[in-house]
């Protein structure tokens, strides 16, 4: 699985992005899907995570309102939307899969296959 990321760029504060990740390869289906973001200085850190089918998500307490994840299978594409971004959300924000067990995964370690990463830079 290859997984490319875009859609980041620069906001003001209060505004919204969209993030996409479109995944190469037959079996996308069968994997779960992982958001995570890396600020300068800070370690990765997981956002939001949907299963295979679409069907289940869980978010990281503090986007929970604000980012929501989802899939579109045909389309082999997951996306984060993210709307009220504060300036602390600025990071350089990656997709991340690894194979559907049924479980919603946080930890980074865990996650086989990485995009290469997008920009999102917040402005107060």
């Known amino acids: 699985v290859q997984l490319q990321a875009c859609g980041g760029g620069l906001v003001q504060a209060g505004g919204s992005l969209r993030l996409s990740c479109a995944a190469s390869?037959?079996?996308?289906?069968?994997?779960?899907m992982g958001w995570f973001r890396q600020a300068p200085g800070k370690e990765r850190e997981f956002l939001a995570v949907?299963?295979?089918?679409?069907?289940?998500?869980y978010y990281e307490d503090s986007v929970k309102g604000r980012f929501t994840i989802s899939r579109d299978i045909a389309k082999n594409t997951v996306y984060l939307q993210m709307n009220s971004l504060k300036p602390e959300d600025t990071a350089v924000y990656y997709c991340?899969?690894?194979w559907g067990d049924g479980r919603l995964v946080v930890a980074d370690t865990e996650y086989v296959y990485w995009g290469q990463g997008t920009q999102v830079t917040v402005s107060s």
């Open positions: 390869g037959r079996t996308f289906s069968r994997y779960s």
């Open positions: 949907v299963n295979w089918s679409g069907g289940r998500i």
């Open positions: 991340a899969a690894r």
